[in-house]
């Protein structure tokens, strides 16, 4: 165990090793599953435990402590924050699991614990340790319904689970977060893959957490914040409600004829001093694309066609652009086709959640024409217009 503050410790594991979470999302860094002992005058308390691959490291990072638990306090179900829980209580049974009604119940279908083993808190309630108090604030859908924060009211620690997170470790052991750039962009990653399809609740929950004013915030994956307004500032940006004058343009390409109008948009929107970033979603990191759809204001999706459909590849990018639901304003489709299909109306179909003015969609049979190439051109110009007319930073 690492001292934090006045008898708070950080036990938590880094998995250096780790690089797919969710067997979706690309792990650079790897992660940490972030768990903290809290030492009070007259009880002790554990704010989360581990996932199961590091449950022996996890009960070593304890440090003897591991028996001498009264609650076990669970700020949210998910199994990288809850599967050391069962052998925590098993060695100790008599403390308390104090968490909320929603995630008592996705505990108790994942690991059938007992109902009487629980200690259901509501917004605002406290539970004492003796001479430290630790107050719950329940903030559901960052990014599950069951999310809450716990304070440390005496000390001012604010931990936050999954909520101001990042996926990245330090082969130095520092639990603390370092004020870089390479820290930020893991924070982007993770806000863009995890909470941006709830950007309005990261929002609201973000001024409950400049309300509070913590002296430090400790999330359940990443560094320890000693300077919260370091990842607070950064969220600000990030759920903005005025995008970037930013485009972005996630494409499969099999035979370059798609790819060669992608290129052109790009030159053309370079010309017109906006930003655009390009993906091929055959080679390039879905992490990298999540992190510019973050703050984009529009998406072009660039497909091939197969057996009459979008290429599958194509359609993943659709998929996870509309799951993620990112700010942007403004839609736009290129495709080429050999013989036929319905490019247009699959991709349509899987955007349902994106709330966004569709612009002129470009499709064309073989290699591009004069006229296709010239539609390219004045769609750079539009988009441009656009940018400027809803003030894109």
Not at 117 to 140: A, C, Q, W, Y
Not at 169 to 196: D, P, V, W
Not at 318 to 342: C, D, E, H, Q
Request: hydrophobic share 35%; net charge negative; charged share 25%.
């Amino acid at each position: 165990m690492k001292l934090i503050k006045d008898n708070v410790y950080y036990c938590g594991v880094a998995d250096f090793g780790r690089r797919i979470f969710d067997q979706l999302i690309p792990l650079p860094n790897g992660t940490t599953y972030n768990s903290y002992y809290i030492e009070g005058s007259q009880k002790r308390a554990l704010i989360d435990t581990s996932y199961s691959k590091t449950i022996k490291e996890f009960l070593d990072k304890l440090n003897g402590k591991g028996e001498f638990i009264d609650y076990v306090i669970a700020n949210h179900a998910e199994g990288d924050h809850s599967e050391a829980l069962v052998k925590v209580l098993q060695m100790n049974p008599n403390a308390k699991v104090v968490t909320n009604k929603k995630c008592s119940e996705l505990l108790v279908d994942q690991y059938g614990i007992p109902q009487e083993k629980f200690h259901i808190v509501n917004e605002g309630d406290e539970i004492s340790l003796g001479n430290k108090t630790l107050r719950f604030h329940l903030t559901p859908w960052v990014h599950w319904p069951d999310t809450m924060f716990t304070h440390l009211v005496e000390d001012n620690i604010l931990f936050t689970c999954d909520y101001l997170g990042a996926h990245i470790t330090y082969e130095h052991g520092n639990i603390f977060a370092e004020e870089t750039q390479e820290y930020l962009l893991s924070a982007k990653r993770y806000y863009a893959e995890i909470m941006m399809p709830f950007r309005p609740h990261c929002k609201k929950y973000l001024e409950k957490v400049r309300q509070i004013n913590p002296s430090i915030i400790c999330p359940s994956h990443g560094g320890i914040y000693k300077n919260p307004d370091f990842i607070l500032d950064a969220y600000q940006e990030w759920t903005c409600d005025t995008p970037k004058n930013k485009v972005v343009i996630p494409y499969v390409s099999m035979y370059q004829n798609t790819e060669r109008m992608v290129d052109r948009l790009v030159e053309k929107l370079r010309e017109e001093n906006v930003e655009v970033h390009k993906f091929d979603l055959i080679s390039d990191d879905i992490g990298d694309l999540a992190v510019e759809l973050v703050d984009a204001a529009t998406v072009v999706f660039g497909a091939s066609m197969v057996l009459a459909m979008p290429h599958p590849y194509a359609f993943f990018g659709v998929y996870l652009t509309n799951a993620l639901r990112p700010n942007v304003k403004f839609m736009s489709i290129i495709g080429s086709y050999g013989w036929g299909g319905n490019l247009v109306g699959k991709i349509e179909e899987n955007t349902n959640l994106l709330q966004v003015e569709k612009l002129d969609y470009i499709t064309f049979k073989g290699r591009a024409k004069e006229e296709d190439i010239e539609r390219v051109d004045a769609l750079a110009h539009t988009i441009a217009k656009k940018h400027k007319e809803i003030g894109a930073r």
